[in-house]
Nanobody
Framework: QVQLVESGGGLVQAGGSLRLSCAAS????????MAWFRQAPGKEREFVAR????????YYADSMKGRFTISRDNAKNTVYLQMNSLNAEDTAVYYC???????????????WGQGTQVTVSS
């Protein structure tokens, strides 16, 4: 069992930046692939970014490439999402998730945080 707690969300103006954190507790963090998803009101949950076990490889949804950066610190049991050049379309609840396999599909993720709200004002 892994418990995930996100933080760092908030209200930011368009063009601004936020850094989300996801702290893990429970089983060994380093054995899980980690990802960020988001869900906007009235929309389905969508993949944002993922990172492999040791952090060597990262993958992004096309609309996030060049603006978002996922990273992890296994010593701190934490995964991060640095978000730059934010726009109104980035407004959503952001979730971190843990999986035994590398995937961009939400149903393959075993553990989820409660989410953190990101609101971008235009």
């Amino acid at each position: 069992q892994v418990q995930l707690v996100e933080s760092g969300g908030g209200l930011v103006q368009a063009g601004g930046s936020l850094r989300l954190s996801c702290a893990a507790s429970g089983r060994t963090f380093s054995i899980y692939h980690m990802a960020w998803f988001r869900q906007a009101p009235g929309k389905e949950r969508e993949f944002v970014a993922r990172i492999t076990l040791g952090g060597a490889n990262t993958y992004y949804a096309d609309s996030m490439k060049g603006r978002f950066t996922i990273s992890r610190d296994n010593a701190k049991n934490t995964v991060y999402l640095q978000m730059n050049s934010l726009n109104a379309e980035d407004t959503a609840v952001y979730y971190c998730a843990a999986s035994n396999r590398p995937s961009h599909i939400s149903r393959e993720y075993l553990y989820w945080g409660q989410g953190t709200q990101v609101t971008v004002s235009s």
